[in-house]
């Protein structure tokens, strides 16, 4: 089945600096890849999606990049600010019945 | 757009009792919801996936009379955790979306359930 794995599991940066996560998925007909953040005590909120069509998407600060060749995505933040810090989840999922994969997260601290 | 919400957002319980929480969908029908479990400081455990007027099917190892999953609607779907126990204590999340695994699923604020 599908195994997604995301890194680091922890990432600290200093505000204003650029953060990436980077996860990797195993199932190559795997086509939806979100992002979620996560608050203390929140539910995940979605930030960020792509489709396997698309090699790269930006929103604002945000952006996510694909390479379906080597099956690795990953979340590109720039300009970090206090208020990006929280837990990062990438996803990934091929449909035909089989559930999206979570990574394990990652915990982004932005020092003021 | 694409608001779910859940309800409780916190409840305590004493063990033995039955706890419902309720998940929906505000501004979109909802085909497809799903229930994850969160341990602290881990990633989501997905318990099962619900299609509306449909039974709904569980992953591996969810106890399926335990954790009572109903659809009744586009945009509501409930989890039953009957008979709780201390263990059964975690963070319960929903999440909607229109159609299946692939399209964007929009997740509620999550119940704190903790069972003494």
């Known amino acids: 089945g599908e195994n997604v794995e995301q890194h680091p599991s922890t990432l600290s940066v200093q505000e204003g600096d650029s953060a990436v996560i980077k996860c990797t998925y195993s199932d190559s007909a795997s086509n939806y890849f979100p992002w979620y953040k996560q608050e203390l005590g929140k539910g995940p909120q979605l930030i960020i999606d792509?489709?396997?069509?698309?090699g790269e998407k930006k929103d604002q600060r945000i952006a996510v990049t694909l390479n379906k060749t080597a099956k690795h995505f990953s979340l590109h933040i720039t300009e970090t600010q206090p208020e990006d810090s929280a837990v990062y989840f990438c996803?990934?999922?091929?449909?035909?019945?089989?559930?999206?994969?979570f990574g394990a997260g990652t915990r982004l601290f932005v020092k003021a | 757009g694409a608001v779910v919400s859940q309800h409780p957002s916190r409840v305590i319980c004493k063990s033995g009792t039955s706890v419902k929480i309720e998940c929906r969908s505000l501004?979109?029908?909802?085909?497809?919801m799903f229930w994850y479990r969160q341990f602290p400081k881990q990633s989501l455990m997905l318990m099962a996936t619900s299609n509306e007027g449909s039974k709904a099917t569980y992953e591996q190892g969810v106890e399926k009379d335990k954790f009572l999953i109903n659809h009744a609607s586009l945009t509501l779907s409930t989890l039953t955790v009957t008979s709780a126990h201390p263990e059964d204590s975690s963070f319960y999340i929903c999440?909607?979306?229109?159609?299946?695994?692939?399209?964007?699923?929009?997740f509620g604020p999550g119940t704190r359930l903790t069972v003494l």
């Open positions: 999440s909607a979306s229109v159609g299946g695994y692939t399209d964007t699923q929009y």
């Open positions: 792509i489709r396997s069509n698309v």
């Open positions: 501004d979109f029908q909802a085909t497809t």
């Open positions: 996803a990934a999922s091929s449909g035909g019945g089989f559930k999206t994969i």
